[in-house]
């Protein structure tokens, strides 16, 4: 079989209210991202950005949340174009933009399996709704929208909801999280390891147990990696750094062992903000990472 990569920009930052967000994918196209990665696939297709354009900040009346019929115009673009890379037999990468991105990334993807996992590589968990979110930033609700909780202008997009069961979602790196989202997760039994666990166990251990728990579960794994998930001194250029993070070595290790388990089948990166960087760091180190998942390796 031809090894195929669709790498699609998606230079959103609708979803929030820090600009910036939305040079992400040129900032990732900088750093060398198809350099990096020619080695490892027979093909790769830069398909581009999907144009987002530069529209005024509206929040819904009846909602609170911000740029809500854009985000759904734009999310129905972004998961055609993912489900026409997923048809085509290629590996569908997105880059980011802001986490509001995975809405469309998910809608594309999952409706190709019959039971899709999800890797939630995070600091946060990105479960409100309009009834919980402090803020009305629908990039901290992206994963809730995934599991069908949200404004049906989001949970219905490419026409069906859930797009992912909760039990199949696998939070790693969490250290901030709303009230609402905590009582979520115990409520809907969605699995995630804070950096206490990843501490306490080490992040191979953590790792071989993600790997066995969706292996055994879903039929497709989707890594959706925010850049905030690591730790800032690592990754500085993002919207909502939060301190005491993954580091750079452990998220490298995280990204070899799913390559060795060979369960990925769909990844975006996101929340690469070059405006809060520092020499572009944030942006190499996600292609650091992408080296990794995809097969890198030193000898």
């Given at each position: 079989?031809?090894?195929?990569?669709?790498?699609?920009?998606?230079?959103?930052?609708?979803?929030?209210?820090r600009?910036?967000?939305?040079?992400?994918?040129?900032?990732?196209?900088?750093?060398?991202?198809?350099?990096?990665?020619?080695?490892?696939?027979?093909?790769?297709?830069?398909?581009?950005?999907?144009?987002?354009?530069?529209?005024?900040?509206?929040?819904?009346?009846?909602?609170?949340?911000?740029?809500?019929?854009?985000?759904?115009?734009?999310?129905?673009?972004?998961?055609?174009?993912?489900?026409?890379?997923?048809?085509?037999?290629?590996?569908?990468?997105?880059?980011?933009?802001?986490?509001s991105?995975?809405?469309?990334?998910?809608?594309?993807?999952?409706?190709?399996y019959?039971?899709?996992?999800?890797?939630?590589?995070?600091?946060?968990?990105?479960?409100?709704?309009?009834?919980?979110?402090?803020?009305?930033?629908i990039?901290?609700?992206?994963?809730a929208?995934?599991?069908?909780l949200?404004?049906?202008?989001l949970?219905?997009?490419?026409?069906?909801?859930?797009?992912?069961?909760?039990?199949?979602?696998?939070?790693?790196?969490?250290?901030?999280?709303?009230?609402?989202?905590r009582?979520?997760?115990?409520?809907?039994?969605?699995?995630?390891?804070?950096?206490?666990?990843?501490d306490?166990?080490?992040?191979?251990?953590?790792m071989?147990?993600?790997?066995?728990?969706?292996?055994?579960?879903?039929?497709g794994v989707?890594?959706?990696l925010?850049?905030?998930?690591l730790?800032?001194?690592?990754?500085?250029?993002?919207?909502?750094?939060?301190?005491?993070?993954?580091?750079?070595?452990?998220?490298?290790?995280?990204?070899?062992?799913?390559?060795?388990?060979?369960?990925i089948?769909?990844?975006?990166?996101?929340?690469?903000?070059?405006?809060?960087?520092?020499?572009?760091?944030?942006?190499?180190c996600?292609?650091?990472?992408?080296?990794?998942?995809?097969?890198?390796?030193?000898?």
């Amino acid at each position: 079989m031809t090894k195929r990569l669709s790498i699609i920009g998606m230079p959103m930052d609708l979803g929030q209210m820090r600009r910036g967000v939305d040079m992400g994918p040129s900032a990732i196209r900088y750093a060398g991202i198809n350099e990096r990665l020619k080695p490892l696939f027979d093909e790769i297709h830069d398909l581009g950005d999907i144009a987002i354009g530069r529209p005024e900040v509206v929040v819904d009346k009846e909602s609170n949340l911000r740029n809500l019929d854009l985000v759904a115009e734009k999310s129905a673009i972004l998961a055609e174009k993912v489900s026409e890379a997923v048809q085509s037999g290629a590996f569908p990468l997105v880059l980011g933009g802001d986490h509001s991105i995975a809405i469309g990334t998910l809608a594309g993807v999952s409706k190709h399996y019959e039971n899709i996992g999800v890797i939630w590589y995070d600091a946060h968990g990105d479960l409100n709704t309009a009834e919980t979110s402090p803020s009305g930033n629908i990039h901290g609700m992206p994963l809730a929208v995934s599991v069908g909780l949200g404004h049906p202008m989001l949970t219905e997009i490419a026409g069906y909801s859930p797009k992912v069961k909760p039990e199949n979602v696998v939070i790693i790196g969490a250290r901030s999280l709303d009230e609402g989202e905590r009582e979520l997760i115990k409520d809907k039994g969605i699995k995630v390891y804070t950096m206490h666990e990843i501490d306490r166990m080490g992040m191979a251990k953590v790792m071989e147990e993600t790997i066995t728990y969706l292996k055994d579960n879903t039929d497709g794994v989707h890594l959706s990696l925010d850049l905030d998930g690591l730790d800032p001194i690592d990754a500085p250029g993002v919207g909502t750094p939060v301190m005491g993070g993954i580091s750079y070595r452990e998220s490298h290790l995280a990204m070899e062992m799913l390559e060795e388990a060979k369960i990925i089948t769909s990844a975006e990166f996101v929340e690469v903000n070059p405006i809060l960087d520092e020499k572009n760091k944030t942006a190499i180190c996600a292609v650091a990472l992408m080296g990794s998942l995809f097969g890198e390796k030193l000898l």
